[in-house]
């Protein structure tokens, strides 16, 4: 086409691309108990969700991590297909359990050399490794002497991260510390679907000081370890709270959730100390003395990125005086795949409704699809706390899809998630958001927590009989997109 004909053709057809800025970093995440199996193998000791997995009736068809995706054996086809997709980067977690079996002591160098391979592989193809250091599985060890209930675990959890900054830190520079301290905390020792498997809301709060506090530890621990340029940061699961109407008594209920679920974890964080209304709100449940002098500084150690995963909004009321607060139930993010019965509320929950916004598309976890949460959250974050420059560490949505004969699979509404909420991305980088990268999740169909394996989150199929791996057409669309840095 001659210069003048396509001219004329852009100025007919407007360019409808969305471009991200250069430098913003494309990537995927896994994490390790989702995808990697080989739970025996090295001198991998048990983690708590060995331990979980086991008990009768807590996960979808009794299914457990111990093969997975067999990352652990296939990691080199899998950062093939990475550089396939395009990816500038891989999220993934480091087994704890693997690299220091009892959580105490001497490190498993076997254990380490998985991740060595792993990031010689990624960084021979220029892909960044993204590393975090707990997703979830605590070695067992740890959980008998009181895993994240004893003050004890935080410390143990810095000397692991010096640990794997020893071995790791001349080739990884991103660093996360924990990954979802709300889901760790309240999911595993309140409503009791996550390991350990606990239904004590008091016991849960000390949990999530002990995370927090925890990465804080490990922040400092891993500043005197790493030499050269890194990046630290932390990954939390933020979703706007609304209320169901204006009443007075939705209007505290959303105050009450938010602290719980954003400002519980954000503001210890990048504001040096818990919110005072949250502190009041669980009086009930604790005196709050397990925050030691000191702690709340210690979690405040400066980051140099803040993690948001996001999946969907909450809409909460007051419960009516007649129905049974049973929050996990009717909850906007529910996470439990086996039995609403018996579960617990997550602390703090007593008198809240959970409410499904009505008219919204739903994922196949049920969750309410709304990508304008995700820009509401981003401008959030800007406008009301210091300066931090953010990365998207999560996002994504399970569907019901499978491969046809030839391997395909067609997923138009992963993409059509997919799409919307990088447009809103970007809608924030627009608005002024210093917003440095995006990652799906997940870069394989995985092990979906106490869904077990019906959940398929990810961008490439795995098929679970023979482990055979099949792009997506998600993948597809977001190889394009990276290569474009642009939205169509
Ligand atoms: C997040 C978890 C991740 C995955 C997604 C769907 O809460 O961090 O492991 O389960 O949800």
Redesign the pocket.
């Known amino acids: 086409m001659s210069a003048t004909a396509s001219d004329r053709a852009a100025a007919e057809a407007p360019d409808e691309r969305l471009t991200f800025p250069d430098g913003f970093l494309w990537g995927a ?1 896994t ?1 390790a108990y ?1 995808v990697e199996g080989a739970i025996g193998e090295d001198g991998r000791a048990a983690s708590i969700w060995d331990t979980f997995c086991a008990r009768p009736g807590v996960v979808c068809n009794g299914d457990t991590g111990e093969i997975a995706a067999d990352h652990y054996h296939r990691y080199a086809e899998d950062v093939e297909l990475m550089r396939r997709i395009g990816l500038d980067a891989y999220r993934f977690s480091v087994s704890w359990p693997r690299v220091q079996p009892t959580g105490a002591g001497p490190v498993n160098a076997a254990g380490l050399d998985f991740y060595d391979r792993l990031v010689d592989a990624l960084v021979s193809c220029g892909i960044d490794p993204v590393l975090t250091l707990y ?2 599985d605590l070695p067992q060890a740890l959980q008998d002497r009181g895993g994240w209930g004893a003050r004890d675990t935080a410390a143990r959890f810095a000397d692991y991260a010096e640990a794997v900054a020893d071995r790791l830190g001349d080739r990884v520079a991103l660093w996360t510390t924990v ?2 301290p709300w ?1 760790a905390a309240f999911l595993g020792h309140a409503a009791g679907v996550h390991a350990p498997g606990l239904t004590d809301p008091a016991l849960s709060l000390r949990a999530a000081h002990h995370l927090l506090l925890g990465h804080g530890l490990a922040v400092q621990a891993l500043r005197s370890t790493l030499s050269g340029d890194h990046e630290l940061s932390v ?1 939390l ?1 933020l979703s706007p709270v609304t209320a169901a109407t204006d009443s007075e008594a939705d209007s505290d209920t959303a105050r009450r959730i938010d602290g719980l679920l954003n400002r519980m974890f954000i503001e210890p964080l990048l504001l040096g100390g818990y919110p005072a209304d949250v502190r009041e709100d669980i009086r009930h449940l604790t005196d709050w003395g397990f925050v030691h002098e000191g702690d709340e500084r210690v979690i405040a150690s400066p980051i140099d990125l803040l993690g948001v ?1 996001y ?1 969907t909004p909450t809409t909460v009321g007051a419960a009516k005086p007649s129905s049974v607060p049973r929050p996990w139930a009717g909850a906007a993010r529910p ?1 439990s795949g086996v039995t609403e019965k018996g579960a617990s509320p997550w602390a703090g929950t007593d008198g809240v409704e959970f409410h499904q916004p009505e008219g919204l598309p739903r994922t196949a ?1 049920g969750w309410a699809v709304q990508p304008r949460g995700l820009y509401e959250l981003l401008l959030r974050l800007h406008e009301d706390y210091p300066p931090i420059p953010l990365i998207i560490s ?1 996002n ?1 949505a ?1 569907y019901d899809d499978g491969a046809d004969d030839l391997g395909r699979v067609h997923d138009p509404q992963r993409v059509r998630y997919l799409r919307a909420h990088l447009a809103m991305t970007h809608e924030a980088i627009t608005a002024g958001v210093d917003l440095r990268g995006y990652f799906v ?2 870069l394989l169909d995985n092990f ?2 106490s869904f077990g394996y019906g ?1 398929r ?1 990810g961008i490439t199929h795995v098929d679970f009989e023979n482990q055979r791996r099949s792009l997506k057409d998600s993948a597809l669309w977001y190889r394009d997109v990276i290569a474009a840095n642009a939205v169509a």
């Open positions: 995440g994490a989702q997703h979830w990954n979802e889901c990954a699961n995963n999946y996470r976890m999560e994504g399970a999740w997940s979906e927590w959940k989150f």
